[in-house]
């Protein structure tokens, strides 16, 4: 996760959490507030700060240097909190124990139910939405939810009904990306049916764990069994040991305010992409 000052946030094991800036780490300790348990979500906060859920399922918020509790563990109603995301409104929003939809209400977690719907909606995956609204995976359907209510729903995908997805996320033209578990990826524009990238396209296999987008508008796919991937005018180039980059499964992507590709490996660390290489 990389904060509105391009620092780069680390979870690491048992607990230890760092952030990476200006060339150096900075490790966080009990006596900064953090509670030391292992940090499951990262998301950006209302006022620029930056939130973080524990393995506990707390709710921290870091600012000024420091951290404070902002919500405990949820209630039994809705159950623990592992997940965040933060939509462009600054509102927050988990999926609960039970994989169920709640928004954060000054210090507690409560269910939320959309305009219509008899009860809080499945999420097995989210994402905010670049505008506004919030775009929820119930395990069957992928939906934005803006203004309390179903704004569009996205169709044309067998996988999105086969429970498949693993990630989403949506562009700088307003086109969602989605990849799978199943090694494929997807694009949906606001016009027209979807566009599916499989091996036969030359996307290469693996289990889909990440989507970004750089400030060029290249597309950078995280993937368990390829490593690194981008899409640029629609063709797709691996990166490995030429660059760099050793044959770890690749999990997480990141762009820093310096516009440097950071990435999370499953046991090779963490590497950063400059002028091509690693």
């Known amino acids: 996760f990389v904060d509105p000052q391009g620092g780069l946030w680390v979870a690491m094991a048992p607990g230890q959490l760092a952030r990476y800036a200006a060339g ?5 300790h ?6 030391m348990k292992p940090a499951l979500s990262f998301a950006r906060g209302r006022s620029d700060d930056v939130m973080i859920v524990d393995a506990l399922g707390v709710t921290h918020q870091f ?14 109603t809705t159950g623990r909190v592992e997940t965040l995301t933060v939509d462009a409104a600054g509102t927050v929003w988990a999926p609960s ?17 959309p305009a219509g719907d008899a009860s809080p909606p499945t999420v097995e995956n989210m994402a905010a939405a670049k505008e506004k609204g919030l775009w929820i995976f119930d395990g069957q359907h992928l939906r934005l939810l803006d203004g309390g209510r179903w704004t569009r729903s996205i169709k044309g995908a067998p996988e999105l009904a086969s429970g498949s997805v693993a990630c989403v996320m949506e562009d700088s033209s307003g ?35 990440d989507i970004c987008e750089d400030r060029e508008g290249n597309i950078w796919v995280a993937s368990m069994g390829s490593g690194l991937i981008r899409l640029k005018r629609s063709v797709f180039q691996t990166f490995g040991l030429a660059e760099g980059l050793p044959p770890e499964p690749v999990l997480s992507l990141a762009e820093d305010s310096s516009g ?15 002028n091509g290489r690693f």
């Open 97 to 113: 124990a039970e994989r169920k939809l709640q928004v954060l209400r000054g210090a507690d977690w409560e269910p939320f139910v």
């Open 260 to 274: 440097r590709l950071m990435l999370g490996t499953l046991e090779g660390g963490m590497f950063v992409m400059e």
């Open 175 to 209: 086109s969602l990306w989605v990849g799978t578990s199943r090694a494929k990826l997807f694009r949906f524009g606001t016009n027209g049916p979807p566009q599916e990238f499989a091996a036969p396209s030359g996307f290469p296999p693996g289990h889909i764990g």
């Open 24 to 28: 150096k780490f900075t490790a966080f």
């Open 63 to 76: 600012r000024d240097g420091h951290f404070d509790q902002v919500a405990a563990a949820a209630a039994r």
């Open 30 to 35: 009990a006596t900064d507030g953090w509670s």
